[in-house]
């Protein structure tokens, strides 16, 4: 069992930055694939970022070069981070940590409850 709590949402204006943290609790955090997902009002929720367990890194295309995925395994810290610089209107959504031990995205054994990103002018 794998319980995920996301913080770091928030208020932030156009061009600025956020960082988002997932904390991860308990066992084998390090052997799942990790990832943060994000759903607008009215949009499917989309895979934003994900990182391997063996660190391979993806991004999606339209956050590719402005968002940064990284985890941190070491000393049991159990963390997952999303880097956003240069937030567009867009990027706007609430943002879902999630923890897969399969092979794809298409099913995630854990979620955690989102936290908001809003982008004003």
């Known amino acids: 069992q794998v319980q995920l709590v996301e913080s770091g949402g928030g208020l932030v204006q156009a061009g600025g930055s956020l960082r988002l943290s997932c904390t991860a609790s308990?066992?084998?955090?390090?052997?799942?694939?990790m990832g943060w997902f994000r759903q607008a009002p009215g949009k499917e929720r989309e895979l934003v970022a994900a990182v391997s367990s063996f660190g391979s890194k993806y991004h999606a295309d339209s956050v590719k070069g402005r968002f940064t995925i990284s985890r941190d395994n070491a000393n049991a810290k159990n963390m997952l981070y999303l880097q956003m610089n240069s937030l567009k209107f867009e990027d706007a959504a609430v943002y879902y940590c999630?923890?897969?031990?399969?092979?794809?995205?298409?099913?995630?054994?854990?979620w955690g409850q989102g936290t908001q990103v809003t982008v004003s002018s």
């Open positions: 308990g066992r084998a955090f390090s052997t799942y694939a």
């Open positions: 999630a923890a897969r031990k399969g092979s794809t995205w298409s099913r995630v054994d854990y």
